[in-house]
């Protein structure tokens, strides 16, 4: 198995910024590509950013030239650098992992989500 653990969330003014963490560990894997995800109360879940194991990087409109994903191969750690955030910004993020595992009999391809982590944009 593979765990995600996010951390960073919090309250946060509008224009602050927060910055969010996702370490993934566990069975021996080769990491694809990770991303961000966010839920906003009564919407679907709708992608953030995510970066691929060569440094390829996609961001939702929303947020281009506020957020800045990236990444620690040696740690396997994402990074979502938030500024200038705004109230419509307020959600649970979620961490999501694209990898191959290789704990079992044949190498499969798996995604993992971690538990999110509340990020709340107020004054």
């Known amino acids: 198995q593979v765990q995600l653990v996010e951390s960073g969330g919090g309250l946060v003014q509008p224009g602050g910024s927060l910055r969010l963490s996702c370490a993934a560990s566990g069975s021996t894997f080769s990491m694809l590509a990770m991303g961000w995800y966010r839920q906003a109360p009564g919407k679907q879940r709708e992608l953030v950013a995510t970066?691929?194991?060569?440094?390829?990087?996609n961001y939702a409109d929303s947020v281009k030239g506020r957020f800045t994903i990236s990444k620690d191969n040696a740690k396997n750690t994402v990074y979502l650098q938030m500024n200038s955030l705004k109230p419509e910004d307020t959600a649970v993020y979620y961490c999501?992992?694209?990898?191959?595992?290789?704990?079992?009999?044949?190498?499969?391809?798996?995604?993992?989500w971690g538990q999110g982590t509340q990020v709340t944009v107020s004054s």
């Open positions: 999501k992992a694209d990898l191959i595992n290789y704990s079992g009999t044949y190498p499969r391809r798996d995604d993992y």
């Open positions: 970066i691929t194991s060569g440094g390829t990087t």
